[in-house]
Nanobody, 123 residues
Framework: QVQMVESGGGLVQAGGSLRLSCAAS????????MGWFRQAPGKEREFVAA????????DYLDSVKGRFTISRDNAKNTVSLQMNSLKPEDTAVYYC????????????????WGQGTLVTVSS
């Protein structure tokens, strides 16, 4: 089992920034690729970003490229999502997730999920 707890969500104006963090505990953190997903009201959950076990390779949803940065600290068992130039369409509940695959985009490739943190971007 891997337990994950997200933090850092909140209300921000368009153009602003937020940093989400996810603290993991349980099994060996470096065994897992990590990802962030989001679910906007009335929409399906979608992939946002992923990072490999080593942290050397990242992958992003096209609409967040250049604005969001995923990173991990394997010494602290944390994964973060720095979100800049936020837009109202980024409003969603954001989830961190752990995958036995080094880098994955599909929900079904992720084994463990956090409870989510709400990000609201006002126009």
């Amino acid at each position: 089992q891997v337990q994950m707890v997200e933090s850092g969500g909140g209300l921000v104006q368009a153009g602003g920034s937020l940093r989400l963090s996810c603290a993991a505990s349980g099994r060996t953190f470096t065994n897992y690729g990590m990802g962030w997903f989001r679910q906007a009201p009335g929409k399906e959950r979608e992939f946002v970003a992923a990072i490999t076990r080593s942290g050397r390779t990242t992958d992003y949803l096209d609409s967040v490229k250049g604005r969001f940065t995923i990173s991990r600290d394997n010494a602290k068992n944390t994964v973060s999502l720095q979100m800049n130039s936020l837009k109202p369409e980024d409003t969603a509940v954001y989830y961190c997730a752990a995958s036995p695959y080094s880098s994955a985009r599909r929900e079904t490739q992720y084994e463990y999920w956090g409870q989510g943190t709400l990000v609201t971007v006002s126009s």
